[in-house]
């Protein structure tokens, strides 16, 4: 028999508190009434509502479904979520990973940016969340309720530091979890999203499913940002015969049979000479493995306007 009190943090002042991996396992959270806490739940969940907080840090483990903030303030997060929602909030600084289009309503002075952290369970939550680490709409806020002349959200220094605003938990107890914040450790790859890009030349690479295809995703953004390049966004999704055609034109048909095989991840870099660089990166280091890159600067952002549009309409957005 599951006892609700397990699952909720209620009327906390002053205090960090926080559930292990494993000792949430997918059940609902409740998070209420708490000011000045520090609150971590470093497992995966199936919803998670948080109100009336003030003044808290919270870092919350992959939610399969949604987070919902009702009426808090003043709150600085880390979430990584199916569904993220506000609604009557103030000044909620927010690192992101959210598989759809993050909604804000009634709130205002919104801050976001991308979900950055590392424990070693953290992979296994994501997938027992089903989320997938390449799917993160972070920056792609839809304001519920906008006011001409004003803007109730934007995004976070893009060099701000996740442990400024959540720092690591000071209890014995969760202290245990052995948390990164660096950057490049992050689960989470960190992507650029709506922020302005450096150069007018982009580059689609996508790898088809196997064994290894999230390694090799993750081994290409770790070698062309080791070459001054930026990762844009990332997704993960499911074509069909007839989206290769449309996103990969001429060479179609070298990559519809990999597709029945699962759920392609599709990376855009940015920078002088992302074509070139992306290509001589896959043929050094992938070389026995399948990769679609885009041919030519000319073509390229081409490229990355199929794949996306087509991807946005698979996921919905």
Not at 70 to 81: E, G, H, I, L
Not at 242 to 258: G, K, N, T
Not at 279 to 304: L, M, Y
Request: charged share 20%.
């Amino acid at each position: 028999q599951i006892d609700p009190k397990d699952y909720t943090f209620s009327g906390l002042k002053d205090e960090t508190v926080g559930r292990l991996p494993g000792k949430v396992a997918g059940q609902q959270f409740v998070i209420q009434d708490c000011e000045n806490c520090s609150i971590y739940i470093f497992d995966h969940s199936a919803t998670i509502t948080i109100d009336d907080c003030v003044n808290c840090q919270i870092f919350l483990g992959p939610i399969k479904g949604s987070v919902f903030f009702r009426d808090c303030k003043d709150c600085k997060c880390v979430v990584a979520c199916q569904q993220f929602r506000t609604r009557d909030c103030r000044k909620l600084e927010v690192f992101l990973c959210c598989a759809t289009q993050p909604i804000i309503e009634s709130s205002t002075s919104m801050k976001f940016g991308c979900f950055q952290y590392y424990y070693p369970e953290l992979a296994l939550q994501f997938k027992d969340a089903g989320l997938s680490i390449f799917n993160n709409t972070w920056s792609n806020i839809h304001d519920f309720t906008p006011v001409s002349g004003e803007n109730n959200w934007g995004l976070l220094p893009e060099n701000a530091v996740v442990q400024d605003y959540v720092p690591l938990p000071s209890s014995e107890e969760l202290k245990a979890v052995r948390i990164s914040t660096d950057a490049t450790r992050s689960i989470i790859p960190i992507t650029r999203g709506q922020r302005q890009k450096s150069s007018d030349e982009s580059c689609l690479a996508v790898f088809f499913a196997g064994d290894y295809t999230t390694a090799n995703a993750r081994k290409l953004i770790d070698e062309m940002i080791g070459k001054g390049f930026q990762l844009v966004q990332t997704k993960e999704v499911s074509m069909k015969a007839e989206d290769a055609h449309r996103v990969f034109q001429q060479c179609a048909s070298e990559f519809i049979p990999l597709l029945d095989k699962g759920p392609v991840v599709a990376l855009e870099f940015n920078g002088d000479g992302a074509v070139e660089g992306c290509r001589s990166t896959i043929n050094d280091v992938f070389s026995g493995t399948k990769v679609f890159v885009s041919e030519s600067k000319a073509s390229a952002s081409q490229d990355v306007d199929n794949f996306y549009n087509f991807a946005d309409m698979q996921m919905g957005m």
